[in-house]
């Protein structure tokens, strides 16, 4: 399994297997301690993240962005390119063919399982057990984890000796 943690004190996202107790942020260097249930080490099982220790997950479609919208630039230019010269029957042809594929490819795309609190990304072979994203509950979830977080900036800051 490979996750894919965001730092909790900048939010800078890096990717993490599960041999990893405590890993430096590479933009703030904040060590990020991980806790690894044995289900999620063993690439089993999403039971609680290994970040926030949160037991709060959604599933959705594994969707690479830049790849898709780099698709979806060539074929719209090669469609333009083919109508200004004439090729009508060719630039529909190619649309269409797009068409098609981005269905074929969006049913073939994996599930990733993603924490309602602080964004962790599972990828793996594991059994996909969460539902849909729900907003409501990320709603909740995230501001949770924001009053955390907070939290533990003050006790941080209480905690340091005065400069
Ligand atoms: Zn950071
Ligand atoms: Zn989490």
């Known amino acids: 399994m490979r996750v894919k943690i965001r730092c909790p004190a900048c939010g800078l996202a890096q990717s993490v297997g599960p041999a990893t107790a405590e890993t430096p942020c590479p933009g703030c260097g904040r060590a990020v301690p991980l806790a690894w249930t044995a289900a999620v080490g063993e690439d089993r099982e999403v039971d609680a993240c290994p970040v926030c220790e949160g037991r709060d997950f959604y599933v959705r479609k594994d969707l690479n962005r830049t790849l898709g919208l780099a698709a979806v630039v060539v074929v719209g230019l090669a469609s333009v390119a083919f109508l200004w010269s004439g090729r009508e029957l060719l630039a529909y042809g190619i649309l269409g063919a797009f068409a098609l594929v981005d269905l074929a490819a969006y049913a073939l795309l ?54």
């Open 110 to 163: 994996k599930l990733v399982t993603v924490c309602y609190r602080c964004q962790a990304e599972f990828r793996g072979a594991y059994r996909r057990t969460a539902s849909g994203f729900d907003l409501h509950r990320a709603e909740s979830l995230e501001l949770e984890y924001e009053r955390r977080r907070e939290r533990g900036r003050e006790v941080r800051s209480r905690d340091s000796p005065p400069r």
